[in-house]
């Protein structure tokens, strides 16, 4: 079975400093990770992904994700927040080479100016 | 310019009223996908096609039906909505090979309210 965690629901961030958002996973197999952003009204698009390659992962827009698989983790990271960088993030799995993909609940970033 | 359509973009409907939510895609895909999108709780998928004629159960199935005549097409069938039907659903596609190998692209969203 695969499953994710997203480990806040909501972070604040003010202009410029860095961003960390937190995904832990659960899966048997060998995983594909994720990372979409939804801005406000808006349909979502990838930002990043992993898919056994290189364990450091970038991504559009400065984002970047480290695939952990000792800590089972795959934490998002800016290093310096923009106000356009505010939207609701979210973290996928899926087993390689499958057709089900498992949604986190989401993370929404707030940029404070 | 490659995208997933899909129509209505906002649907308000009554309990009971069968309904067909469109969805096409123009990249040639095999793999089609349905999700709904709920406050707190992300997306969660309702069907699949792995191609043509091809269909699965997502986690959340109940109340919904799909069919894949072609492979530009996968439209939602509500054949009885009720109002725990109301969300926000998206549908994806993913090409199973090449660059974008296990990315999937989705549409814009239809908002369907049902009273």
């Known amino acids: 079975a695969q499953s994710v965690t997203q480990l806040d629901s909501h972070v604040s961030v003010s202009e410029g400093t860095p961003v960390l958002l937190r995904c832990n996973y659960s899966s048997s197999y060998s995983p594909s990770l994720f990372w979409y952003v939804q801005h406000p009204n808006k349909g979502l698009q990838l930002l990043l992904k992993y898919t056994s390659a290189a364990t450091l992962v970038k991504g559009i827009n400065g984002f970047e994700a480290e695939f952990k698989k000792s800590e089972t983790s795959f934490h998002l990271t800016k290093p310096s927040a923009h106000m356009s960088d505010a939207a609701e993030y979210f973290c996928v799995v899926s087993r390689t080479g499958t057709y089900k993909y498992i949604f986190g609940t989401g993370t929404r970033l707030k940029v404070l100016a | 310019e490659a995208q997933v359509t899909q129509n209505p973009r906002y649907l308000i409907t009554v309990t009971g009223k069968k309904l067909t939510v469109t969805c096409s895609q123009n990249m040639n895909h095999e793999y089609m996908s349905w999700y709904r999108q709920d406050p707190g709780l992300g997306l969660r998928q309702i069907y699949y096609s792995m191609n043509v004629e091809v269909t699965d159960k997502g986690d959340v199935p109940e109340g919904y039906k799909v069919s894949r005549k072609e492979k530009r097409n996968f439209p939602l069938i509500l054949e009885s909505p009720s109002p725990n039907q109301t969300s926000l659903y998206f549908c994806?596609?993913?090409?199973?090979?090449?660059?974008?190998?296990?990315?999937?692209?989705f549409g814009p969203g239809t908002r369907l309210t049902v009273l």
């Open positions: 994806a596609s993913r090409d199973p090979a090449g660059e974008h190998y296990n990315e999937q692209f």
